[in-house]
């Protein structure tokens, strides 16, 4: 027990150490936040100023309409939008104007000038001309405020006045509501987000920390150091102290990770919808149960996987030879990350049932499937006994295979050789 | 007592023996050599002695104990393959492994210092290996192997990659080590050491003991049949092969192993006819190396 604890300290003490560890743990929730809020923030920034634009009127009437409509509109910081120049209606020369304002906005006098045709209250689209089309917020609030006033002007056709047309015009969102025994949650596609989100941890540390074990065990080899730690320790202890130790930088990870989360969720949650301006004002609704089962199916995953890839690490002579030992096992994770769709489309079919019972995907499809809907518990537990089960019977088999490899050089061993060592005395 | 001893251990791959039935006696305090061509079985034998592997049968007893986990606690390994963490630090790395023998952290600690002093590497304890010269590396290995002092040391050719002040300085921790009761293996091609330094060997072919025993015992049966002759000047064609059945040509030193009928006379009566003057004339027990070839090649045969 002391040595298996040696290895154990001596394992996690390099990795976390290491400047890998140390940026992948700093660098990963910085990358996905940027991913999630910098194009939001961005687009807040660059329409952050007020726009100056002219309206060109040919249908009559729309002009107040709009200019009210448009005035509304605030930026993130709560500026006006828009600051109407002009209002141009029924002009007496319509492509002399055009042309005026055309010049105005290439000099840089005019962000843009909203054109309504005539035909616009029969149907028909409004035109805005600008120099930089893109401004998707812009152009939203554009649209927004050209709706209420061509709505506006038609009403009016039919002699019907309303003082406030943009309470009359209000969109009715749909709020899509989770049932499970658990008690109803009111969400907004946030638990499609959650899946994703836990689905891509999972699958990257399995795959992350399983190659690691493997490398680890390979340089151990082919450095020859292995020689004296065998003449010191048991290979089962050894086996089973890098094992250990990988997961626990693993583990570490996840709990940097989820502490940084919760101090984001609590306290972050404002200043990100400051600069986000609410369009993507959604908060994530991440229970303790789903973070329990979330950590017990990634120790049985990574039990699983990282014995797997350590037998390869033990049986490879070279890194040519793991990289091609480890595509089947690789393969096994990648697949459980296509089959994502199959648990999306309906978690409770025959076929996810199914498929989160196998072992080599159940660590993410179960709890793909735990995120989604309510499994009853016994499918839960049976899928975990099935895990634990087979993570058990792997490391048993590649112990076996690892204390022989790790002192066989030469070619890479067939399927057959690996089974002759695993009958080795 | 027996520092070390084995019964009829046989180990086999796939079909293959890499050793069979092999029988030693190691005396306690002793340096004994374990010796044999490339690929006869003698890391097999090593490794099943260190516990890395396991004997299909047979037996082996350390310090009259079977092999536990303890018992490896008590011997020291030098492998012929040198390999550490390189990106370890030296002196954390020699506390791990010492730590894996059993040594306490405070003490390992201790001991690890006085070692890179000995060895003049103590600049370097906090540097990792992989900033060393190999020189220094080996040092360390080295260090790795005596630093809990085990009563059984096993050196797999602990010279190579030293250069000679370096060799002397890992020669003269072995003679320390001898003196305080510490029973040596050494395993290596380089015959001059083994005569030199082991009580007694055992040499190994395919698995099998071709020879094994006191060293000065089995030299003294080949008996004084060999003839070391240092030429004063040109040897001028002078043709010992007709008196041989072996030639060892060293520059002036020529050494050969006379056919039983001949009488050492006869060469000295041939050079004085051929008016070749000698330096030295000297009749010896065989060279190990000489032995070793006559043993392995006949075994081969």
Same mark, same amino acid.
């Given at each position: 027990? *002391?040595k298996?604890?040696?290895?154990?300290?001596?394992e996690?003490?390099?990795?976390?150490?290491?400047?890998?560890f140390?940026?992948?743990?700093?660098?990963l929730p910085?990358?996905?936040?940027?991913?999630?809020?910098?194009?939001?923030?961005f687009?807040?920034? *660059?329409?952050?100023?007020?726009?100056?634009?002219a309206?060109?009127?040919e249908?009559?009437?729309?002009g107040?309409?709009?200019?009210?409509a448009?005035?509304?509109?605030r930026?993130?910081?709560g500026?006006?939008?828009?600051?109407?120049v002009?209002?141009?209606? *029924?002009?007496a020369?319509s492509s002399?104007t055009v042309?005026?304002?055309t010049?105005?906005?290439?000099?840089g006098k005019?962000?843009?000038?909203?054109?309504?045709p005539?035909?616009v209250?029969?149907?028909?689209s409004?035109?805005f001309?600008?120099?930089?089309?893109?401004?998707?917020?812009?152009?939203?609030?554009l649209e927004?405020a050209?709706?209420?006033?061509?709505?506006g002007?038609?009403l009016?056709?039919?002699?019907?006045e309303?003082?406030?047309l943009?309470?009359?015009?209000a969109r009715v969102?749909?709020?899509?509501?989770?049932?499970?025994?658990?008690g109803?949650?009111?969400?907004?596609g946030?638990?499609?987000?959650?899946?994703?989100?836990l689905?891509?941890i999972?699958y990257?540390?399995?795959?992350?920390?399983?190659?690691?074990t493997?490398?680890s065990?390979?340089e151990e080899?082919?450095s020859?150091?292995i020689?004296i730690?065998?003449s010191?320790?048991?290979?089962?202890?050894l086996?089973a102290?890098?094992i250990i130790?990988?997961?626990a930088?693993?583990?570490?990870?996840y709990l940097?990770?989820?502490?940084?989360g919760?101090i984001?969720v609590?306290y972050?949650?404002?200043?990100?919808?400051?600069?986000?301006?609410?369009?993507?004002?959604?908060?994530f *609704?991440?229970p303790l149960w789903?973070w329990?089962?979330?950590i017990i199916?990634?120790?049985?995953g990574?039990f699983?996987?990282a014995s797997?890839y350590?037998?390869?690490?033990a049986?490879?002579?070279?890194?040519q030879d793991?990289?091609?030992?480890?595509?089947p096992?690789?393969?096994l994770?990648v697949?459980s990350f296509?089959l994502f769709?199959?648990?999306m489309?309906?978690?409770?079919?025959?076929a996810?049932v199914?498929?989160s019972m196998i072992?080599?995907?159940?660590?993410?499809?179960?709890i793909?499937?735990l995120?989604?809907?309510?499994?009853p518990l016994?499918?839960?537990l049976l899928?975990?006994g099935?895990?634990?089960?087979s993570a058990?019977?792997?490391?048993?088999?590649?112990?076996?295979?690892y204390r022989?490899?790790v002192l066989?050089y030469?070619?890479?061993p067939?399927?057959?050789?690996?089974?002759?060592?695993i009958?080795y005395s | 007592?027996n520092a070390?001893?084995?019964d009829?251990?046989?180990?086999?791959?796939?079909?293959?023996?890499a050793?069979s039935?092999?029988n030693?006696?190691?005396a306690q305090s002793?340096i004994?050599g374990?010796?044999?061509p490339?690929g006869?079985?003698k890391?097999?034998?090593?490794?099943m002695?260190l516990?890395?592997?396991?004997p299909?049968?047979?037996t082996?007893r350390?310090?009259g104990?079977p092999?536990?986990e303890t018992?490896?606690?008590r011997?020291g390994?030098?492998?012929?393959e040198r390999?550490l963490?390189?990106r370890?630090?030296v002196?954390p790395?020699?506390v791990?492994l010492?730590?894996?023998k059993?040594l306490?952290e405070s003490e390992a600690?201790?001991?690890a210092?006085?070692?890179l002093?000995?060895?003049e590497i103590a600049?370097w304890?906090?540097?990792?290996l992989?900033e060393?010269?190999?020189?220094?590396?080996?040092k360390?290995?080295f260090?790795?192997?005596?630093?809990?002092?085990?009563?059984l040391?096993?050196?797999d050719e602990p010279?190579t990659?030293?250069?000679?002040?370096?060799?002397a300085a890992?020669k003269?921790?072995m003679?320390e080590m001898?003196d305080?009761?510490t029973?040596?293996?050494l395993?290596?091609?380089?015959m001059?050491?083994?005569e030199?330094?082991?009580d007694?060997?055992c040499?190994?072919?395919?698995?099998?003991?071709?020879?094994?025993?006191?060293?000065r015992e089995?030299?003294?049966?080949?008996?004084k049949?060999?003839?070391?002759?240092e030429?004063?000047?040109?040897r001028?064609?002078?043709d010992?092969?007709?008196?041989?059945?072996?030639?060892?040509?060293?520059?002036?030193?020529?050494?050969?192993?006379?056919?039983?009928?001949?009488?050492?006379q006869?060469?000295l009566?041939a050079?004085?006819?051929?008016?070749?003057?000698?330096?030295?004339?000297?009749?010896v027990?065989?060279?190990l190396?000489?032995?070793?070839v006559e043993?392995?090649?006949?075994a081969?045969?």
């Amino acid at each position: 027990m *002391h040595k298996l604890r040696l290895v154990i300290a001596r394992e996690y003490k390099m990795r976390v150490r290491t400047r890998t560890f140390v940026l992948s743990t700093v660098g990963l929730p910085l990358l996905m936040a940027a991913m999630l809020f910098l194009p939001a923030y961005f687009a807040s920034r *660059h329409s952050g100023g007020t726009v100056s634009i002219a309206v060109v009127d040919e249908a009559g009437g729309l002009g107040p309409l709009a200019s009210s409509a448009l005035a509304r509109s605030r930026t993130a910081t709560g500026d006006p939008r828009f600051k109407i120049v002009s209002t141009i209606e *029924h002009p007496a020369n319509s492509s002399r104007t055009v042309e005026e304002l055309t010049q105005q906005v290439l000099a840089g006098k005019l962000g843009g000038y909203l054109e309504f045709p005539a035909k616009v209250l029969d149907g028909g689209s409004a035109r805005f001309y600008t120099r930089n089309p893109g401004n998707l917020t812009l152009t939203n609030a554009l649209e927004s405020a050209a709706t209420q006033a061509v709505i506006g002007g038609r009403l009016a056709r039919h002699k019907v006045e309303v003082a406030d047309l943009k309470g009359l015009l209000a969109r009715v969102p749909v709020d899509v509501v989770k049932v499970s025994a658990r008690g109803d949650a009111k969400e907004k596609g946030q638990t499609l987000y959650v899946a994703i989100m836990l689905g891509i941890i999972l699958y990257t540390s399995l795959l992350f920390y399983g190659i690691n074990t493997m490398r680890s065990i390979l340089e151990e080899k082919s450095s020859r150091i292995i020689e004296i730690l065998l003449s010191s320790v048991r290979p089962f202890p050894l086996l089973a102290g890098k094992i250990i130790g990988v997961g626990a930088v693993g583990f570490t990870q996840y709990l940097i990770w989820a502490t940084g989360g919760a101090i984001v969720v609590s306290y972050g949650a404002m200043m990100l919808s400051a600069f986000s301006a609410g369009s993507v004002g959604f908060h994530f *609704h991440f229970p303790l149960w789903l973070w329990g089962w979330f950590i017990i199916f990634f120790l049985g995953g990574y039990f699983l996987y990282a014995s797997l890839y350590a037998a390869i690490g033990a049986a490879a002579s070279s890194d040519q030879d793991a990289n091609q030992l480890q595509v089947p096992i690789t393969s096994l994770v990648v697949a459980s990350f296509f089959l994502f769709t199959v648990i999306m489309r309906n978690p409770d079919s025959t076929a996810s049932v199914t498929l989160s019972m196998i072992p080599f995907f159940s660590p993410i499809l179960m709890i793909l499937r735990l995120t989604l809907e309510s499994p009853p518990l016994w499918q839960v537990l049976l899928s975990l006994g099935i895990l634990v089960a087979s993570a058990v019977g792997v490391i048993y088999l590649s112990a076996r295979i690892y204390r022989v490899g790790v002192l066989m050089y030469g070619k890479r061993p067939s399927l057959v050789e690996l089974a002759r060592w695993i009958r080795y005395s | 007592m027996n520092a070390l001893e084995l019964d009829k251990v046989t180990k086999a791959y796939d079909g293959l023996t890499a050793v069979s039935n092999l029988n030693l006696r190691i005396a306690q305090s002793s340096i004994f050599g374990l010796l044999g061509p490339n690929g006869a079985g003698k890391t097999t034998t090593l490794r099943m002695i260190l516990r890395i592997i396991l004997p299909d049968s047979g037996t082996i007893r350390v310090m009259g104990a079977p092999l536990t986990e303890t018992v490896q606690d008590r011997i020291g390994y030098l492998p012929e393959e040198r390999g550490l963490y390189t990106r370890m630090a030296v002196r954390p790395l020699l506390v791990f492994l010492g730590g894996l023998k059993g040594l306490k952290e405070s003490e390992a600690n201790r001991r690890a210092k006085q070692w890179l002093e000995r060895f003049e590497i103590a600049a370097w304890s906090e540097r990792k290996l992989e900033e060393l010269s190999k020189g220094m590396q080996q040092k360390v290995q080295f260090i790795a192997a005596v630093l809990h002092d085990p009563p059984l040391l096993i050196l797999d050719e602990p010279f190579t990659g030293f250069d000679p002040m370096n060799v002397a300085a890992v020669k003269n921790v072995m003679m320390e080590m001898h003196d305080r009761g510490t029973t040596i293996i050494l395993s290596t091609h380089r015959m001059e050491q083994v005569e030199m330094m082991c009580d007694s060997i055992c040499l190994v072919d395919h698995g099998k003991q071709l020879l094994d025993g006191d060293l000065r015992e089995i030299k003294r049966a080949y008996g004084k049949n060999t003839v070391r002759i240092e030429f004063a000047g040109t040897r001028n064609g002078f043709d010992l092969a007709r008196f041989a059945t072996s030639v060892n040509r060293y520059g002036t030193v020529v050494e050969a192993r006379l056919r039983p009928e001949i009488d050492p006379q006869e060469i000295l009566k041939a050079a004085v006819a051929q008016n070749i003057s000698l330096a030295r004339f000297e009749l010896v027990e065989p060279p190990l190396a000489d032995i070793f070839v006559e043993k392995v090649t006949a075994a081969h045969a």
